[in-house]
């Protein structure tokens, strides 16, 4: 009877002797561990054992020898053909008459089904408990780019609010307070726009919508350029500036305007963490098939640990109210995407907080990666007071906009020029405008309230050329994305133009279609 229980049982039931010696093996033994029970009988059970368990079989003899019993004993033991189970194994002392242990008598059962299910289980509770933690580490990052970002945008904001108060309560303000006052005003105006150019090329990044206007490049030009941009910063806080520059480090193959932004911001980064009578070089030299250009500072350095981040986007070493350098934590991933763009790459390295930084761009002097975005061109930095004013005297511009700020600001800059404008602050005014007026160029935002730009558009297109539905017009909007660009462009705008728009382009671009139309009329 006990005979047929063991050669039926789908356990392995296997007795040993106190040296560990297999005496019996049944048919349940040999399908788990393909040995035959002549393979077995009469060998140590060691076979079984994986290297690494040898030193289990000692300490169950001993403790068996002692009449103590082993149950549910879970561990691991090799087949014939190499596969390794998990068991749990009951092992239980063989006693004589007397109560003298001769023997030992085991049963183990296949676990390993049971075990990968639980090691699967624990690997899915660890994977939703990374995730859980990635997306509290992601919101914690959101919550700090947010509050970075009104820190950002409010900090140049209060000095242009300032300064108007200033200005406006003045009876007779000082030429001192006014040209100081302007200057102020102006800086931080550009330094929030360029704050808003650098996200909206980290979003054109990550939509792989930015292009790169590729030509031949001298390197040489566009760091000298680069470094003549910072130095007034660097004067300010009096630190060296200098570069040595390699004859042979060019020319290469890439984006101009690309390139000096990523000088301009390893520069401005550079300047921004190296304090006052500290110095900064920027050394450009040709490698074997690359040019290397190498921006080094005394600043405060880069600790190790934060190295590895250093060019994830949003990512800053300080995060906290007191953080004492500004910025969105871009400016780096932008270089990185740039650099890359031009098939090249980007490192960094420093000793340690307070030994200073240095970084490398790598660049090949022949560029394949020309079709990755789309170019958003860029005019360089000015004002109506120091650019020529193109006469404008009979030109008849509509300017529509819901906002009177907007639309006083353009109606100034286009009669400082003598030219003839009228303004609109909505759609149906603007119409009327077109029909009572017959301007030469119409001039309109896009979001407007009720009707916006492209509505207004599509109704001005609709009338007859006697009332002006062929009147050129252009988009001036703070939607400036690619997209809105070419959504503009298909509506039937004759050009689009970004806000806070630069009075040189737009100046050039009245200037451009009063000339058509005095052509075609003559």
């Known amino acids: 009877m006990l005979a047929a229980i063991i050669a039926s049982s789908d356990d392995a039931i296997i007795s040993k002797d106190l040296n560990g ?132 945008l409010r900090t ?66 566009v760091v000298a350029d680069a470094i003549e941009s910072v130095r007034p910063a660097a004067e300010a806080k009096g630190i060296r500036l200098t570069k040595v520059l390699d004859p042979r480090g060019g020319p290469i193959t890439g984006d101009p305007n690309r390139l000096q932004q990523i000088l301009w911001n390893l520069l401005s980064n550079a300047i921004k963490f190296t304090p006052r009578a500290g110095r900064v070089q920027v050394h450009l030299q040709r490698v074997n098939s690359h040019v290397e250009i190498t921006v080094t500072d005394s600043g405060q350095g880069i600790a190790t640990d934060f190295l590895p981040r250093l060019f994830t986007r949003f990512s800053q070493a300080e995060t906290s109210e007191a953080r004492r350098h500004g910025g969105l934590g871009i400016g780096l991933a932008l270089v990185k995407s740039l650099v890359e763009l031009h098939g090249g790459t980007v490192k960094a390295s420093s000793p340690g907080p307070g030994q200073g ?63 003839k404008v009228t303004t609109a602050a909505s759609a149906a005014e603007a119409l009327d405008a077109v029909k009572q007026h ?45 997209e809105d660009r070419r959504r503009a462009l298909m509506a039937g705008f004759q050009m689009h133009l970004p806000k806070p728009v630069e009075p040189a382009e737009l100046l050039a671009v009245a200037s451009n279609i009063f000339a058509a139309r005095r052509r075609s009329k003559s």
């Open 21 to 152: 010696i297999v005496r019996s093996w049944n048919q349940s033994a040999e399908r788990m561990f393909g040995y035959t029970s002549a393979e077995m009988v009469g060998k140590s059970i060691t076979v079984l054992f994986p290297p690494d368990r040898l030193d289990e079989e000692p300490k169950i003899l001993e403790q068996l020898r002692r009449g103590q019993r082993v149950d549910h004993f879970e561990t691991v033991r090799v087949c014939k053909d190499g596969r390794h189970l998990d068991i749990s194994v009951t092992i239980s002392p063989v006693k004589d008459s007397t109560g003298r242990v001769i023997g030992v008598s085991k049963v183990a059962r296949d676990i390993t089904s049971i075990k990968r299910v639980l090691r699967e289980r624990e690997e899915l509770l660890e994977r939703e408990k990374a995730a859980r933690a990635e997306a509290e580490r992601i919101g914690r990052m959101k919550d700090e780019f947010l509050s970075t970002l009104s820190h950002e």
């Open 156 to 221: 140049p904001l209060n000095a242009i609010l300032g300064w108007a108060n200033i200005l406006r309560s003045s009876v007779a303000p000082t030429p001192e307070d006014l040209q100081q006052g302007l200057e102020t005003i102006e800086r931080n105006a550009r330094s929030q726009a360029q704050l808003i150019e650098e996200l909206l090329d980290m979003s054109r990044i990550i939509n792989g919508k930015l292009r790169l206007d590729v030509q031949p490049v001298d390197l040489q030009t």
């Open 357 to 419: 930084a240095t970084f490398i761009v790598s660049l090949p002097l022949t560029v394949l990666h020309t079709d990755q975005s789309e170019t958003v061109l860029t005019p360089a930095p000015s004002s109506v007071g120091s650019i020529p004013c193109p006469d404008l005297r009979g030109f008849h511009v509509l300017v529509v906009d819901d906002e009177s700020d907007a639309r006083i600001l353009i109606e100034r800059m286009l009669t400082r020029c003598n030219a």
């Open 438 to 482: 017959h301007p030469d160029m119409v001039l309109s935002d896009v979001g407007m309230p009720g009707e916006d730009g492209y509505e207004f558009l599509s109704k001005l297109r609709r009338l007859s050329d006697a009332e002006g539905g062929d009147t050129p017009a252009v988009a001036l909007t703070a939607f400036a994305r690619s």
